[in-house]
């Protein structure tokens, strides 16, 4: 969108709240509901960029097959592709209704978090839930900085694969799918580029993830919301 640009509304992870993306604690709605544990909003996300990671790499092994098609299989070989592609940004507009949902949770429990320290009376506490704040907010800072270089490497993949399926029409002739090569060859390179950038960000939410189950959620106020 730029990578999240192309799964929706531009940079959303940007204006996505602190307490969201670390799952602090925010309570969910609706019958039977329970409170997020800690971490909850780093697994969801790492989920998120899982899914995308698959799809990604299907999408890649689709364009090789194409690329190496023979006038015998070319056509299923298209439906592939096609598919790969469809499904590639279903999956999208999937992963932007999750990051919209925990944003709108992470907001609602960053507000009540931030009434929570200010309104304590033991400075101590507030001491204590400042440091961990500026703590995880680090490692919400290293997960900015690894999203870039996923955009970068996305918007372009994302764009010259519908470019190829848009040149080849439906139910392209073998010879137009030859023509297509360098195109292919374009769009593994890109693939690639994108996998090795979702690999690192995935790294980065797992360390995060394991900063905030290491030590206890902010909060100021004794017997407060975590």
């Known amino acids: 969108m730029n990578w999240l640009h192309q799964i929706g509304r531009p940079c959303v992870l940007m204006t996505l709240s602190f307490a969201a993306l670390m799952g602090a604690g925010c309570a ?5 509901a329970r409170a997020a544990r800690p971490g909850d909003g780093l ?4 989920r998120l960029v899982l899914d995308l990671r698959q799809d990604v790499q299907l999408m890649r092994q ?3 097959a194409l690329a190496a098609a023979t006038p015998q299989n070319s056509g299923a070989r298209y439906a592939r592709f096609d ?3 469809q499904r590639l940004e279903v999956v999208s507009i999937k992963a932007r209704a999750r990051v919209d949902a925990m944003e709108k949770r992470g907001a609602a429990y960053f507000e009540e978090w931030a009434e929570e320290i200010s309104g304590a009376t033991d400075e101590a506490a507030r001491r204590a839930a400042r ?3 500026a703590e995880l907010h680090w490692h919400f800072e290293a ?3 690894d999203t870039g270089p996923v955009r970068q490497a996305f918007r372009p993949f994302l764009e010259e694969t519908r470019r190829l399926r848009t040149a080849l029409g439906s139910g392209p002739r073998f010879e137009a799918i030859e023509q297509a090569r360098p195109a292919c060859t374009r769009i593994v390179a890109d693939a690639q580029h994108v996998g090795a950038a979702m690999d690192q ?3 980065t939410l797992k360390t995060a993830e394991a900063a905030v189950m290491a030590g206890p959620t902010p909060s100021a106020k004794p017997g407060g919301k975590s």
């Open 43 to 46: 697994r969801e996300y790492q």
């Open 28 to 32: 969910t709605s609706g019958t039977g």
């Open 143 to 145: 997960i900015l900085k």
């Open 62 to 64: 689709a364009v090789e």
């Open 201 to 203: 960000l995935l790294e």
């Open 131 to 133: 440091e961990r704040l």
């Open 83 to 85: 598919e790969s592609l």
